[in-house]
């Protein structure tokens, strides 16, 4: 017997699902075709129904995110004098 290899060896890692894609395209295209309609129907809903729509409708029209995180620790102990100064002009200056 061959060697088990673990994944799915006949899509490589992080390519896209060809079925996704096609129903984007076609969502975007039934989106595009139908704008002003889109957008006259938009105009009698309630606003939090408007939001609810373009909330639910947003994840097929755009590509997805992903989310970061930004590291605002400042280590003053490792930085220069010139570089505290640079900082607290920053800090004083905004």
Not at 14 to 40: M, P
């Amino acid at each position: 017997m061959g060697k088990f290899e673990k994944g799915n060896p006949g899509k490589p890692k992080g390519a896209k699902n060809k079925i996704n894609t096609e129903v984007r395209g076609l969502l975007q295209k039934l989106f595009d075709d139908n704008y002003q309609t889109i957008q006259k129907d938009l105009e009698i809903l309630e606003p939090k129904d408007r939001l609810k729509f373009i909330s639910d409708l947003l994840p097929y029209l755009l590509p997805k995110l992903q989310s970061t995180t930004h590291n605002t620790e400042i280590d003053l102990d490792s930085m220069t004098e010139e570089d505290l100064d640079k900082l607290i002009d920053r800090i004083t200056n905004e």
